[in-house]
């Protein structure tokens, strides 16, 4: 069952500059080079889907959630275009998972791994898992991209919200701070002819992280280039490896 949703949060994204205060002894004029701070506040609005498996509404238990972060071509205010592809495109032609899947749809010049949208995703994954039936301790994210990037960076700034992720073509603009990953079941996907994400942006990631990780694994596909989340996607074998996983 598909349910749309609207959602608008603001976000208070800190900026930080040097504070500096110069005098340009090399000019005749009394020019100042200076630089203010300030916190800024941006509204982030959220359009999303929310897919929820067909004995929802009527079990008593508590449901894992599944966070799906779509790729550049699905940016938008279409919550049609999430179905193209992923985990909602499987949904649409009839499967049934055993989890609720979450959908946002990033705004058309957004980018996920951004950080005002990395702050917005953590607030709509707090919020459903507040208003649904979902076990805390079962929330997975993956996403493909774009949402390969997003799906690092948000699960590297907020590690403790998840039991496991699978980021397919994608990859880390920041790799400081990624032993903040080490204690996250991760198992990455890739291509080795991507020529738009190069599979080298989840080597770097697997090397990195192997000698701390508690589980890191990568699985690169032969002669396939930058799709390569419809193999993905179609293996079984992914949600049984998700599922698998319970924040202790």
Same mark, same amino acid.
């Given at each position: 069952?598909?349910?749309?949703?609207?959602?608008?949060?603001?976000?208070?994204?800190?900026?930080?500059? =040097?504070? %500096?205060?110069?005098?340009?002894?090399?000019?005749?004029?009394? @020019?100042?080079?200076?630089?203010?701070?300030?916190?800024?506040?941006?509204?982030?609005?959220?359009?999303?889907?929310?897919?929820?498996?067909?004995?929802?509404?009527?079990?008593?238990?508590?449901?894992?959630? #599944?966070?799906?972060?779509?790729?550049?071509? &699905?940016?938008?205010?279409?919550?049609?275009?999430? %179905?193209?592809?992923?985990?909602? &495109?499987?949904?649409?032609?009839?499967?049934?998972?055993?989890?609720?899947?979450?959908?946002?749809?990033?705004?058309?010049?957004? $980018?996920?791994?951004?950080?005002?949208? #990395?702050? *917005?995703? *953590? =607030? +709509? #994954? @707090? %919020?459903?898992? !507040?208003?649904?039936?979902?076990? *805390?301790?079962?929330?997975?994210?993956?996403?493909?991209?774009?949402?390969?990037?997003?799906?690092?960076?948000? *699960?590297?700034?907020?590690?403790?919200?998840?039991?496991?992720?699978?980021?397919?073509?994608?990859?880390?603009?920041?790799?400081?701070?990624?032993?903040? +990953?080490?204690?996250?079941?991760?198992?990455?996907?890739?291509?080795?002819?991507?020529?738009?994400?190069? #599979?080298?942006?989840?080597?770097?990631?697997?090397? +990195?992280? !192997?000698?701390?990780?508690? %589980?890191?694994?990568?699985?690169?596909? &032969?002669?396939?280039?930058?799709? =390569? $989340?419809?193999?993905?996607?179609?293996?079984?074998?992914?949600?049984? $490896?998700? +599922?698998?996983? @319970?924040?202790?």
């Amino acid at each position: 069952m598909l349910i749309p949703f609207r959602l608008i949060f603001l976000i208070c994204t800190a900026v930080f500059f =040097s504070c %500096e205060n110069k005098i340009d002894n090399n000019s005749m004029s009394n @020019k100042n080079n200076e630089t203010f701070d300030t916190m800024v506040q941006i509204p982030i609005k959220l359009h999303y889907a929310l897919y929820t498996p067909d004995n929802y509404h009527n079990a008593d238990a508590d449901f894992p959630l #599944v966070l799906y972060l779509h790729g550049v071509g &699905e940016r938008g205010e279409d919550l049609t275009k999430l %179905e193209l592809n992923g985990i909602p &495109e499987l949904i649409s032609k009839g499967n049934n998972f055993p989890f609720l899947t979450l959908a946002p749809q990033c705004p058309e010049f957004g $980018w996920w791994s951004r950080a005002e949208y #990395v702050e *917005a995703l *953590a =607030s +709509l #994954v @707090k %919020e459903i898992t !507040k208003t649904h039936k979902i076990d *805390a301790k079962r929330i997975y994210a993956t996403g493909l991209s774009m949402g390969g990037y997003g799906t690092l960076a948000l *699960a590297k700034k907020y590690p403790q919200l998840f039991a496991a992720i699978i980021p397919i073509c994608g990859g880390l603009e920041d790799h400081s701070d990624i032993e903040q +990953l080490k204690d996250l079941p991760i198992w990455l996907f890739h291509g080795d002819q991507d020529q738009t994400h190069p #599979v080298e942006r989840s080597i770097i990631i697997r090397d +990195l992280l !192997k000698p701390v990780s508690k %589980e890191i694994k990568l699985t690169i596909y &032969e002669g396939v280039g930058h799709n =390569s $989340w419809d193999a993905t996607y179609s293996n079984d074998q992914i949600y049984d $490896w998700l +599922l698998s996983h @319970k924040k202790e």
